[in-house]
């Protein structure tokens, strides 16, 4: 555990299950570690990451060793827990608080975002819903852990999948929003159009969406598809880059998101995307050279962009290795670290 006395920056992860926000906090934290004295906080966090015990947050000093310390909220309730530190127990903090969400805030929210000292967007879309002033900086991946394959057989034979044919992916919460039954009902059709092809969904459906999980199945069941179609559990986040480098294509099917991460896994492991026109994905995915964007909700459209990928190899190579430059070229993880660590800086280096 780390010594909050030599910790200037604390980014809290108060959930306990696997989401976007705890994989940004997991991939960004150890990064911006070497350059910055940063430690998260929060329950079932990975061992080796620069941690501070929740139970000591109100015992830390009130100083770091740069004078106030930096707290990077990305939730409501961390917002809280920070402005609870600050005025409850007279912690010397500079708040920040990054917003993912494209949607109208509640009163509640308005009123926390209003306290923060400083405001990340992750995408000019969620800029646009703060009623304040904020600096946009876009989500980036580890390039070096999500990466293509070497051996794309030998690693399909590891991970208990065809080691020839397509393999088509769609990762994430199982759910109406995460638009997994679009994702089933066009998959239904281009396997049918593909007898070599394979499709994913690995996630987890939590206990109010597990009757539309088992319902996606009983549909795969009745098309004789349960072989070729397969519901994979969720993995942990440092293994999701082998089964994206799996792929040969992958599918974002949202019809709502607040940015949604998948897609740059996917290109950064040289597997193009199709995406809804959802959350970030329209400022994430090159269309006609990384992948394709189409309508949320729209089966038809899906069928006919994941049919035109798969019958034409030559542009799904071309694609493939367009994906991984995209990533190399705008979003890697290493540029969005240097960014928020300079909020830091600037905030560091205020008085008071």
Not at 297 to 320: F, K, T, Y
Not at 326 to 338: G, K, M, S, Y
């Amino acid at each position: 555990m780390t010594d909050p006395a030599q910790i200037d920056v604390i980014a809290p992860n108060f959930k306990k299950r696997l989401s976007g926000v705890t994989a940004t906090v997991i991939r960004l934290v150890p990064l911006q570690a070497r350059d910055i004295a940063i430690a998260t906080t929060g329950p079932e966090l990975p061992a080796d990451m620069p941690q501070i015990p929740l139970s000591r947050l109100p015992f830390m000093s009130r100083s770091g060793p740069s004078g106030a310390r930096v707290w990077h909220a990305r939730r409501n309730i961390e917002m809280l827990a920070g402005l609870g530190l600050k005025y409850l127990l007279g912690k010397r903090l500079k708040l920040v608080f990054t917003s993912a969400s494209q949607r109208h805030h509640t009163a509640l929210t308005k009123w926390l975002i209003r306290q923060m000292d400083a405001v990340i967007a992750t995408s000019d879309k969620t800029a646009g819903y703060l009623e304040r002033e904020a600096t946009v900086i876009r989500h980036g991946i580890d390039t070096d852990s999500f990466c293509p394959a070497a051996d794309k057989p030998a690693l399909r034979r590891d991970l208990g999948l065809p080691e020839t044919g397509p393999v088509i992916g769609c990762y994430g919460r199982i759910r109406a929003q995460k638009g997994t039954d679009v994702f089933v009902d066009a998959m239904l059709r281009v396997l049918a159009d593909h007898p070599q092809a394979t499709a994913i969904v690995m996630g987890r459906a939590t206990e109010k969406h597990q009757a539309f999980e088992q319902g996606l199945k009983d549909r795969a069941a009745a098309a004789g598809l349960s072989g070729r179609l397969l519901f994979l559990p969720e993995v942990p986040v440092w293994e999701m880059a082998r089964w994206y480098q799996a792929l040969d294509l992958y599918i974002a099917p949202q019809r709502w998101e607040g940015f949604g991460l998948t897609p740059l896994e996917a290109m950064a492991c040289a597997v193009p995307v199709i995406a809804t026109r959802v959350g970030a994905f329209e400022e994430l995915v090159a269309g006609g050279q990384t992948g394709t964007l189409i309508a949320a909700g729209d089966v038809d459209a899906m069928v006919a962009a994941a049919n035109a990928i798969l019958d034409d190899p030559a542009r799904l190579a071309v694609w493939s290795q367009a994906a991984r430059r995209h990533v190399l070229d705008h979003f890697r993880i290493a540029q969005e670290a240097a960014a928020i660590t300079a909020i830091y800086r600037s905030l560091l280096a205020q008085r008071g």
